[in-house]
Structure formats: structure tokens, C-alpha cells
């Protein structure tokens, strides 16, 4: 097991912000950190059991069906994650909605299977797996952070700035999500760029 396949989903490989997969839910739920928090944990969950059952069993696989086990391997703890929050947190059950059963299409995670666990050992699969997680996990949660700030004036439902504060209700809303998400790109983009020693 190389910690390499753990820590380049953390920034060479960072989902979202370096390799752009994962969109929907990074726009559609992160309007509070809380959310963005729940929707990586979940997203992780199934990332790191689909990965490693696939790398377990992939030489049983056949390869022209291996697309619809994948798929059937990840809906089924997608399944798992619904059924858990429905029953111990139904309040963020609610919130996310169906966004938790499209985890099931998360481009990122079919991705992560279809290029990594089924055609790597177990350990590295797991590694990796884990490595995207956190990594899409830490982006949720920043943006949900931003938007939230400006827009309620909190950070994890506590008062971050005071009562004279206007929230900005453009970043609670769709285009804020955008614009907070073009703004984080920028910034990877502006790091990254100094860090190869191009400007």
C-alpha cells in the first residue's frame, strides 16, 4: 500500500476542484457546511465499500457487464446510507432529499471504481477511495462554509457574525453556489499555477 494513492485525492487529484467530477451535489446541497459535511460523509461511505468490494472480487467480474455490477454494487450502499439517515437523522434526511439516492449516478465515485479498485490491489483501492472521500468531503465543506457565512452569517449553524450583518441571499440560492464555486476554482487554479512556478 502506497500513501501516495491516499493523499493525491487530498490535492493533485483533489475531486471538484482539480479534476472536475461531482458537481451536482457540490451545488445543490452545500448551502450550509452542516449539509456539505453529511453529503461527503455519505458520498465517502459508499466510495470507500463500492471500491473495495469491486477490487476484491474484480477478477470474478466480467468484463463486458462490469459497468451495470458496478452499479449495482454502489446503489446498494447508497442504499445503506439512506436507510441510515432516514432512521438516526431524519431532520438531514429531509434536507438532502434526493440527492442522496443520485450518489448512486456520482460520476466521481463510478469513476474512482471503474479506473482504480478494478485494477488495483485491495489496499491501494482502499487508500484511495478514502483519499477522494476526505478530498470531496473538504471541498463540500468549505463551500458549504462560504455560502453559509455570507449568507446566514454562520458557520455550522453558529453566529459568526453579528445581528447587523445583511446576509447576502444570493449565496443561499443556485447562482451563489456558482459563483462561490467559479471563485474556489480560480483560487486552485491561482495556487497552483504559483506552486509549478508559472507566474
Given at each position: 500500500m502506497r500513501l501516495q494513492n491516499f493523499t493525491k485525492?487530498?490535492?493533485t487529484e483533489l475531486p471538484v476542484l482539480r479534476v472536475l467530477l461531482g458537481f451536482c451535489p457540490t451545488l445543490a446541497v452545500t448551502n450550509r457546511a452542516e449539509n456539505g459535511l453529511v453529503m461527503g460523509l455519505a458520498t465517502t461511505f459508499?466510495?470507500?465499500?463500492?471500491?473495495?468490494?469491486?477490487?476484491?472480487?474484480?477478477?470474478?467480474?466480467?468484463?463486458?457487464?462490469?459497468?451495470?455490477i458496478f452499479i449495482v454494487v454502489i446503489a446498494s450502499f447508497v442504499t445503506i446510507v439512506d436507510y441510515l439517515l432516514a432512521a438516526y437523522y431524519w431532520e438531514m434526511h429531509k434536507v438532502l432529499g434526493i440527492y442522496i439516492p443520485l450518489i448512486v449516478v456520482n460520476c466521481l465515485i463510478l469513476g474512482r471504481v471503474e479506473a482504480f479498485a478494478s485494477k488495483n490491489p485491495v489496499g491501494d483501492s482502499m487508500l484511495d477511495a478514502l483519499g477522494m472521500g476526505?478530498?470531496?468531503?473538504?471541498?463540500?465543506?468549505?463551500?458549504?462554509?462560504?455560502?453559509?457565512?455570507?449568507?446566514?452569517?454562520?458557520i455550522f449553524s453558529h453566529q459568526v457574525i453579528g445581528k447587523p450583518y445583511e446576509p447576502m441571499v444570493l449565496m443561499i440560492i443556485p447562482?451563489?453556489?456558482?459563483?462561490?464555486?467559479?471563485?474556489?476554482?480560480?483560487?486552485?487554479n491561482l495556487i497552483r499555477d504559483r506552486m509549478e512556478g508559472r507566474r
Amino acid at each position: 500500500m502506497r500513501l501516495q494513492n491516499f493523499t493525491k485525492g487530498l490535492w493533485t487529484e483533489l475531486p471538484v476542484l482539480r479534476v472536475l467530477l461531482g458537481f451536482c451535489p457540490t451545488l445543490a446541497v452545500t448551502n450550509r457546511a452542516e449539509n456539505g459535511l453529511v453529503m461527503g460523509l455519505a458520498t465517502t461511505f459508499v466510495l470507500f465499500f463500492s471500491c473495495t468490494l469491486i477490487s476484491i472480487f474484480k477478477k470474478l467480474i466480467p468484463h463486458r457487464i462490469r459497468i451495470p455490477i458496478f452499479i449495482v454494487v454502489i446503489a446498494s450502499f447508497v442504499t445503506i446510507v439512506d436507510y441510515l439517515l432516514a432512521a438516526y437523522y431524519w431532520e438531514m434526511h429531509k434536507v438532502l432529499g434526493i440527492y442522496i439516492p443520485l450518489i448512486v449516478v456520482n460520476c466521481l465515485i463510478l469513476g474512482r471504481v471503474e479506473a482504480f479498485a478494478s485494477k488495483n490491489p485491495v489496499g491501494d483501492s482502499m487508500l484511495d477511495a478514502l483519499g477522494m472521500g476526505v478530498g470531496f468531503t473538504l471541498v463540500l465543506v468549505v463551500l458549504g462554509s462560504i455560502r453559509e457565512l455570507f449568507g446566514f452569517g454562520t458557520i455550522f449553524s453558529h453566529q459568526v457574525i453579528g445581528k447587523p450583518y445583511e446576509p447576502m441571499v444570493l449565496m443561499i440560492i443556485p447562482p451563489g453556489a456558482l459563483l462561490s464555486l467559479g471563485l474556489l476554482l480560480g483560487l486552485m487554479n491561482l495556487i497552483r499555477d504559483r506552486m509549478e512556478g508559472r507566474r
